[in-house]
């Protein structure tokens, strides 16, 4: 018998090669050309023909943009308020959305709990799961306390019945648990492979869009937490959401990367508990740490997360060191806070050259705004002095290497955020001033960081 033809294919950009390399010669990804078998020649039974991808978008005449009507889309909430703020107000008809995270984070919880919520309310649903049998969801679903819950379950990892089922029941709502299981006949690779994940991604998108009927799937990660398989299928849905967490931790984040309908990096806040994943209504608390008395280097932020103003606790360490100062961050960018080090020191007269600092963001929150730069300074200085901040103390805003302080985006809703909590101290940046007092909340604001330092050595 004649052996099987191998290439090796791209997990990054789905090119191939003939022969391994280290580097892809697409898209120039290190080590991440895989063996596979390859598809047999031309239009036959062993490959999938380009119209899989055709039917995505209906086709039409060329009109003037000024001539084509535009209508809000309809969303259907799901019933979890958090998953609805990060979809952008709930699930839309034809949608096509991408969920993904680190094994046991929640993923299949969430959705099963979204898909009975869904179906309380009149729509059918069908959940697809490959990974588990249909009596493991039942089990699950017992645990998380959904009592008579009528949602169809299909355990199947063949796309050719998955998509006659569909068509056969007509859901509502379709979940794929998870993507990487599934697979065609028409390809002779495995499932999980480049090839199977795009074409079964292609061919679920098409039906999502031909029919109108929502589709989620979950997608598995790599070891960087970034989607495993091609990137083409992040560009192929509509919406892309990341789990974020630590598995021994009760919460959850669940943070949009894209949404055509809706704003990108929203966030929801869930708790993990015996009953599956419940809203955090108020996030903030979860981010503070609860001094009876406030402590050195502990500086309050108030962070912007897509629309929504949370308050999240910074803390910092300033220790002797040896010959090698270590500069260690988590939750922030470790380069960013080498660079306000130095701003510190150069503007504020605050040296760290012989310390090693700790920076760490309470909570496992990844904080990425530069809004952060203040409040990680003014913490810095507090544990190097070992003085703490006052009580109700918050602050914000972007440091240059100038040691200029400029404003960060929607000041006034992160200062009506922290006075609604009880905060009475800020120090924010000129700019982010508001024109009329705010009720509870004595407002300093700065234009440099020595003007915030020489402030706050005032009020302590």
């Not at 005449?61 to 259907?76: F, K, N, Y």
């Not at 360490?317 to 100062?325: E, K």
């Not at 922290?418 to 700019?431: I, M, T």
Request: with cysteine.
């Amino acid at each position: 018998m004649a052996k099987d033809k191998a290439i090796f294919t791209c997990s990054e950009c789905g090119g191939t090669s003939a022969r391994w390399l280290g580097k892809c010669p697409s898209c120039g990804a290190w080590n991440t050309l895989v063996e596979s078998v390859a598809e047999g020649g031309g239009g036959g039974k062993n490959r999938m023909s380009a119209s899989s991808y055709a039917g995505l978008a209906q086709a039409q005449a060329v009109t003037p943009l000024a001539a084509i009507e535009a209508q809000d889309v309809a969303r259907t909430p799901c019933g979890i308020e958090e998953l609805d703020r990060v979809l952008g107000g709930g699930v839309v008809e034809g949608g096509v959305v991408l969920i993904g995270g680190d094994p046991g984070i929640g993923k299949s919880t969430l959705l099963l709990q979204a898909m009975d919520a869904l179906h309380r309310t009149g729509m059918p649903t069908l959940y697809v799961t490959g990974e588990e049998s249909g009596a493991q969801v039942a089990l699950r679903s017992r645990r998380l306390g959904l009592d008579h819950s009528q949602v169809n379950v299909l355990a199947e990892i063949q796309l050719e019945k998955i998509l006659a089922t569909v068509q056969a029941t007509q859901p509502a709502v379709v979940v794929i648990d998870s993507i990487q299981t599934v697979y065609s006949d028409q390809l002779t690779s495995a499932p999980g492979s480049v090839a199977q994940v795009r074409e079964c991604a292609a061919h679920l998108t098409r039906a999502a869009k031909s029919t109108g009927i929502a589709t989620i799937l979950v997608g598995h990660v790599t070891k960087e937490g970034a989607l495993a398989g091609p990137r083409v299928l992040e560009h192929m849905v509509d919406t892309v959401l990341y789990f974020e967490g630590d598995t021994h931790s009760s919460f959850r984040l669940v943070r949009a990367i894209k949404n055509r309908f809706g704003a990108v990096n929203e966030i929801g806040v869930f708790a993990m508990t015996e009953r599956g994943l419940k809203g955090v209504a108020n996030p903030s608390a979860i981010f503070l740490s609860q001094h009876s008395e406030p402590v050195p280097g502990s500086c309050v932020l108030v962070t912007l997360e897509g629309t929504r103003p949370m308050l999240v606790e910074i803390q910092a360490l300033v220790d002797s060191s040896g010959p090698a100062p270590r500069r260690l961050s988590v939750g922030l960018d470790r380069d960013r806070l080498a660079m306000l080090l130095a701003v510190l020191h150069r503007h504020a007269g605050v040296a760290c050259a012989d310390q090693d600092v700790f920076v760490n963001a309470v909570g496992g929150v990844r904080i990425s705004e530069p809004a952060a730069d203040l409040a990680v300074m003014l913490s810095i200085t507090s544990s190097l002095r070992g003085k703490a901040l006052p009580k109700g103390f918050i602050a914000f805003g972007e440091v240059g290497l100038a040691g200029e302080v400029r404003p960060a985006p929607r000041g006034q809703e992160r200062l009506k955020e922290a006075a609604k909590l009880g905060f009475s101290v800020a120090v924010v940046p000129r700019a982010n001033a508001p024109r009329k007092p705010i009720e509870g909340l004595e407002i300093h604001a700065v234009e440099r960081v020595d003007e915030a330092m020489n402030i706050v050595r005032g009020l302590a």
